[in-house]
């Protein structure tokens, strides 16, 4: 049977699970991701949530309305974190989720709701210990949920004709510079400025600010705006430029870039581009290494 009904999509994705299997052995980490992905799923029932499934280290439920899920991820990050087996592995999750129209078909779930909180959860906007959602699935819920959220502006989502705004839900106890749900229209609203986008790039001991009408090429050619002379780096390595609201990265190397933001997992990009947003660093042609002299360190200035 199929069938069309608003519900909230939610993905919980383990961070750290690769470094887990490199140290740990296959498994053992795999025993200690399962577990994970138990303990997710029993706080997603608490909250009146379905599992829909898992994919690898990752959880995918649906809860009926945006309180239930919201609470649930809440609480999600606070199983995970509360857990001694967890933390000694350094564990966390990141966590995206989208209240809207979905098809339910055979137990499983599909449309432009699941996609959008896809989105939510990909590596490039939720960092661990983050959940991150749709401004139009906090819009309503009253304060009294003692919920807070942080703008994060908007971003991208495939077959969208136009960015979405998107929010952090704050679960931690550090709530400094954000809002009430109820509010998070209005302060989306009041962080839209004439002031014009600025990415901030640190090389050795080169500094550049870019700005929305600037391209920034990276390589060995002398013509570069950052020229990098090692040999794992292309002539013409990569280019940030602004494209559809965000810095982008577009690689154009031979062995590729890695970009890593904050604590999560590296993110490969070749031939290929990807959106910088908050702040990190980039590896050229190798992964990151305990040298961190050549790496390009990046921060977004809103």
């Known amino acids: 049977m199929t069938e069309r009904r608003p519900l909230t999509i939610l993905f919980a994705d383990v961070s750290g699970s690769t470094r887990l299997f490199e140290s ?19 706080v997603a029932g608490r909250h009146g949530g379905r599992v829909v499934k898992t994919i690898g280290d990752e959880i995918m439920c649906t809860f009926p309305g945006p309180l239930h899920g919201l609470l649930a991820a ?13 933390q000694r592995d350094n564990l966390a999750i990141r966590i995206g989720l989208h209240h809207g129209e979905a098809l339910v078909e055979n137990e499983d779930v599909f449309g432009d709701a699941v996609n959008t909180a896809a989105r939510m959860a990909d ?17 309503g819920i009253t304060n009294t949920t003692g ?47 004439t002031e014009r986008p ?18 920034f090429s990276i390589g060995r050619d002398p013509a570069s705006s950052l020229v990098v002379e090692t040999e794992w780096v292309s002539r013409n390595h990569a280019l940030i430029e602004w ?22 997992d590296e993110i490969f990009v070749h031939r290929d ?30």
């Open 273 to 302: 581009e990807t959106h910088l947003r908050r702040g990190g660093s980039i590896s050229l042609g190798q992964a990151h290494q305990l040298d961190d002299s050549d790496l390009v360190y990046f921060q977004c200035i809103d």
């Open 147 to 193: 919920l807070r959220v942080r703008p994060l502006g908007s971003a991208w989502v495939l077959g969208k004709q136009a960015p979405i705004d998107i929010v952090d839900v704050l679960w931690q106890e550090d709530i400094a510079h954000v809002t009430t749900v109820q509010r998070v229209m209005q302060a989306i609203d009041a962080t839209v400025t």
């Open 243 to 264: 494209k559809k609201g965000y810095f982008m990265l577009a690689d154009r190397s031979t062995n590729g870039s890695w970009l890593k933001i904050g604590d999560d």
């Open 123 to 139: 590596k490039s906007l939720a960092r661990r210990d983050q959940i991150v959602t749709t401004a139009s699935t906090v819009f």
């Open 24 to 42: 740990r052995g296959d498994e053992i980490a795999r025993r200690i991701v399962a577990n994970v992905l138990i303990a997710l799923a029993e």
């Open 74 to 86: 809440t609480d999600m990050h606070r199983r995970i974190k509360n857990d001694p087996e967890f």
């Open 198 to 215: 600025r990415l901030m790039v640190r090389h050795r001991s080169q500094a550049f600010e870019i700005d929305e009408g600037t391209p």
